[in-house]
């Protein structure tokens, strides 16, 4: 996990006001191959005026670009525009929110040239990047967890080795935050232990945190690496009981007198009572999560709808205005609501709006690194359980083809073999002459999957929406797991791919880092940061590796595919939205070594940098 939410920074602001969209089509999406064409473009059709100074890093002056600029590679052709024959080019025309033009920088001049012939007025400002940086289109993380990423960087736990570390961690936190040291009402809440990790064996325990005589006594909440457990404190199991006996698709850990012990896992973690979170923690939350993925290049982010309260921030959010960075919400199913794909619409972004809300986000099991992901064989490492669907697979059955019918996105959280089956079994009986483009159902992790799901999945055209860094981190304790066979079968990853399935890259962040360029580093060399894996330096499963363009493609057309976005993201082409990334080496080209060295330069959205300048 990233550890740069400490960082100073302001709060994201944004002024810019869109204007007239180019070439639409009849739901609003921009057409680059329409009645409308590049010199219609080229001539001012566009006309967008932005005025935004946006101050989200304070390292980095607030600057407002000319309405209309070229920016372009000093040699050679290093804007990778990821059209469908996978062009670079050396030059892109910006104007106001749109590119407008692409091609060498003689032939934009010429184009230019004729433009102003023809009474065109405007001026064209060129920009050169760096000898060495890149200009990609502008990357989007298609899984994470927006506000439980700023939630997390309270009191970030990524990295402590024993229990006895993490508590040291809340220890510290407590004693350097006044208002928290002298008030022991104020609810504490952290993120990121991971017990694989730990030299102990077993779950933590309220104990441990009550050991400590200034942690004792105050109501903690802290969430494991992969969201699916929390470690809480004596007080925070006080005040939330009294617990049933047990929970459908979640576990209450219990000593052997049957007491909670103080870890939740999965649905179990639905029990904790916590006060609700206020608008000003939600805004301080979403401020750090903006300006670190501004940093990282990201231009967009799919939220995978962990907390039923985050769209609902994010629509009144965008009703104030436009947000600072472009969000595709997945709306959080509760099987305990009636059924409700046909009383609400989905929420379809259109012109200029930066948040969509049309998807469905489903979970059927659990994880693989809290034992919940649901297998069809025992753990080798636990031959008491087999895992658990956190829901009947019959609820399946029943509400997917519903949600289809009503005109959202079907996206199923499924980690195990088992999962992944039943819910595959669930899309097939849907989909059933139905057409497949105008739904794009998703796989959320797609993490483990018999050779004939695979097959299946990509005969289905089901999208496998897969994070390549929990690859490189479970790498290390996966085979104790499963068995040597059976391992052979998670983060296939070029299985996935010559079966025919789509992908699409994500992070998962806060549970790995945000950093895409660590995604994609994963992606191509299966490696850890340092070089090393299971396998030796050639990568765990080199097999599995995805190539550099693949990988490319996985975070910038490949989501906006997943999201409906394609026609106005996801790439360099004219009259599509000017959303783009300066990255200061090149990714495609550079050592495998190299790739994490690699700093972003500048991230723009709409034609304005959001981070960095250019």
């Known amino acids: ?42 001539f001012g059709v566009v006309s967008v005026a932005l005025g935004c100074y946006l101050t989200l890093d304070s390292e980095h002056a607030a600057i407002t670009l000319p309405e209309t600029y070229a920016i372009c590679s000093k040699q050679n052709n290093k804007v990778y525009t990821v059209d469908v024959k996978d062009s670079q080019t050396q030059c892109i025309v910006v104007d106001g929110a749109y590119v407008v033009d692409t091609g060498s920088l003689e ?15 405007k001026e064209l400002s060129v920009r050169f990047v760096p000898s060495d940086a890149i ?31 993490v508590v040291a961690l809340v220890r510290q936190y407590i004693l350097s935050t006044p208002d928290v040291l002298n008030d022991t009402s104020k609810i504490i809440t952290g993120g990121g232990w991971d017990h694989t990790v730990w030299p102990s064996t077993g779950w933590p325990t309220a104990a441990d945190l009550d050991a400590d005589n200034i942690v004792r006594g105050r109501f903690i909440v802290l969430q494991s690496k992969d969201c699916h457990a929390l470690w809480v404190s004596s007080k925070a199991i006080k005040e939330s009981l009294p617990f049933p006996e047990a929970v459908d698709g979640g576990v209450i850990v219990r000593d052997p007198a049957g007491s909670p012990t103080g870890v ?14 206020t608008d ?38 965008s009703e104030m205005g436009p947000l600072p960075i472009r969000i595709y919400g997945m709306t959080y199913f509760d099987e305990d609501m009636p059924y409700w794909g046909n009383t609400i619409r989905p929420l379809v972004g259109s012109g200029g709006s930066r948040l969509s809300a049309r998807s469905v986000k489903i979970f059927a099991d659990g994880a693989l690194r809290t034992g919940g992901a649901a297998l069809y064989e025992p753990y080798a490492d636990n031959p008491t359980t087999n895992g658990f669907m956190r829901l009947d697979p019959e609820v399946l059955f029943d509400v997917i083809p519903m949600f289809l019918r009503d005109g959202w996105q079907v996206n199923v959280h499924a980690v195990g073999d088992r999962a992944n089956g039943i819910v595959l079994d669930a899309f097939e009986a849907s989909l059933k002459g139905a ?11 797609a993490q483990m999957m018999t050779k004939v799901d695979m097959i299946r999945l990509g005969k289905l055209g089901v999208i496998a929406s897969i994070q390549p860094t929990h690859a490189i981190s479970d790498m290390w304790y996966a085979q104790d797991r499963l068995g040597p066979e059976r391992v052979k079968s998670l983060y296939a990853f070029r299985s996935l791919v010559d079966s025919g399935a789509r992908i699409t890259l994500g992070s998962d962040f806060p549970v790995e880092s945000m950093n895409p360029l660590s995604g994609f580093y994963a992606a191509v060399s299966r490696k850890s940061p340092t070089g090393e894996s299971p396998h030796g330096p050639g990568g765990w499963f080199p097999e599995q590796k995805l190539t550099r363009t693949e990988a490319l493609r996985g975070m910038t057309i490949d989501p906006a595919y997943a999201s409906f976005t394609e026609p106005t993201l996801g790439s360099l082409e004219i009259g599509k939205r000017a959303d783009f990334t300066v990255l200061s080496q090149d990714i495609m080209t550079i050592p495998l070594e190299d790739i994490l060295a690699t700093n972003v330069l500048a991230t723009v959205i709409d034609g304005q940098p959001v981070y960095g300048s250019i």
Not at 19 to 39: I, L
Not at 141 to 155: K, P, V, W
């Open 1 to 42: 996990m990233s550890s740069s939410g400490s960082d100073s920074a302001s709060g994201p602001t944004d002024d810019s006001k869109d204007g007239d969209k180019p070439a639409c089509d009849a739901n609003g999406h921009a057409s680059s191959h329409g009645a409308r064409s590049r010199w219609a473009l080229l």
């Open 107 to 121: 032939s934009i001049r010429r184009n230019w040239s004729k433009a102003s012939d023809m009474g065109e007025n």
């Open 135 to 165: 200009i990609v289109p502008g990357i989007t993380d298609s899984h994470a967890h927006i506000l439980e990423y700023g939630a997390t960087q309270q009191l970030p736990l990524e990295g402590a080795k024993s229990i006895q570390d």
């Open 264 to 277: 939740l896992l999965d649905n179990a973690q639905e029990l904790l009572k916590q006060p609700e979170l």
């Open 280 to 317: 000003n923690d939600l805004l301080r939350h979403f401020k750090v999560t903006v300006r670190d993925a501004h940093r990282y290049g990201l231009t967009s982010i799919h939220d995978a709808g962990l907390d039923p309260m985050s769209l609902a921030f994010f629509k009144r959010q």
């Open 435 to 445: 057409n497949v483009t105008a739904l794009r159902p998703r796989l959320e992790h």
